[in-house]
């Protein structure tokens, strides 16, 4: 190998090994992996319901999965029919 060939993969892996250092001792880092690892093991074992509810948990409805998309092709049927879901209202009342 070439003087400055060795000279390159020395300055690649040490600025590789700057990099891994910073990113591992990023926060965000570990709570983006905190986060992927909650998830597979919620998915693998099932959710603990000991466990107290996570942020907008409270509020948020079981199973919209799909939910949206239902009331837009039924909002875009009562649409073109010509009866919207929620009329504007008429003239105000004298």
Sequence with gaps: MAPWGRLLWAVVLRLENVLVNQILRSPTFHR?????????????????PSDPLRQG??????????????????????????????????PPKK
């Excluded at 983006?32 to 603990?48: A, K, L, M, P, W």
């Excluded at 409805?61 to 209202?89: D, V």
């Design 32 to 48: 983006g992996v905190r986060r992927v690892h909650r998830t597979v093991e919620d998915i693998r074992y099932g959710r603990d």
């Design 57 to 90: 948990e409270a509020t948020a409805e079981p199973n919209r999965s799909g939910n949206f998309i239902k009331y837009f092709i039924e909002e875009l049927r009562n649409q073109a029919r010509g009866k919207p879901t929620n009329p504007p209202p008429g």
